[in-house]
């Protein structure tokens, strides 16, 4: 049972190329979201999906698509990358009830991105 | 707006008891969640609290006043390796989760 991975661990990007961040859980959950983290602020939502097929912006969604063709498997798309998107980004998911996220979030081990 | 306030650091001793503290100003209120994390890992759940009162897990312990939009997370007999941030996140009446920008506690021997 591996919980929620990521990859890759590391990337550095140039101003201007493209990406797909992986993320992948084996617990069946339905909730599955993805995250931001810079220094002094905390965490912030980027996306987020309540199920396959199904997602949704978060509060900081801008220049980052994502993709649930699947239910355990949820992409982050940077289409052209900025410096401002120099950060670390965690995939978290959660078991939901009643369709509401109630649970804990398991988080991923991050992936640590940084745009030149 | 949506407002999470915790102290940015506090240093403790080993063995000593901590309280860090969060106040919240959210619209509307599903729960409060504390995490830890460690530096440069992931963070793991620590404490759910949906009513007042508190509740206890071993060496931590956590606190919600609804009333007062607060609550405390105790640690107790510290160890070093509670060395971390802790992350105190509300989930709103959308919910979704509303992160604190986390304390980063340190213990001194």
Redesign the interface.
């Known amino acids: 049972n591996a919980g929620v991975t990521q990859t890759p661990k590391f990337q550095v990007l140039k101003t201007g190329q493209s990406m797909t961040l992986q993320c992948a859980q084996d617990m069946n959950h339905e909730y599955m979201s993805w995250y931001r983290q810079d220094p ?6 980027i996306h987020y999906s309540v199920g396959a097929g199904i997602t949704d912006q ?1 509060e900081v969604p801008n220049g980052y698509n994502v993709s649930r063709l699947k239910k355990q498997n949820f992409l982050l798309g940077l289409e052209s990358a900025a410096p401002s998107q120099t950060s670390v980004y ?1 995939c978290a998911s959660s078991p939901m009830r009643a369709g ?11 992936t640590r991105l940084t745009v030149l | 707006g949506q407002n ?1 306030d915790q102290p ?1 650091e506090m240093t403790a001793t080993e063995g000593a008891i901590v309280q860090i503290n969060c106040t919240y100003q959210t619209s509307g209120f ?2 409060l ?1 504390w995490y830890q994390q460690h530096a440069g ?5 620590l404490s ?1 609290n949906v009513l007042d009162g508190l509740e206890e897990k071993g060496r931590f312990s956590s606190f919600l006043s609804r009333s007062k939009g607060y609550s405390y997370l105790l640690l107790k007999e510290l160890q070093m390796k509670d060395s971390a941030s802790y ?1 105190c ?1 509300v ?1 709103d009446s959308n ?8 304390t980063k506690l340190i213990i001194k021997p």
């Open positions: 002094g602020m905390g965490l912030r939502l978060g965690f509401e996220v109630v649970n804990e979030q398991f988080f991923g081990p991050g | 999470i940015t599903n729960g969640f890992e992931a963070p793991t759940f759910y992350l996140a989930l919910y979704q989760l509303i992160w604190g920008a986390g």
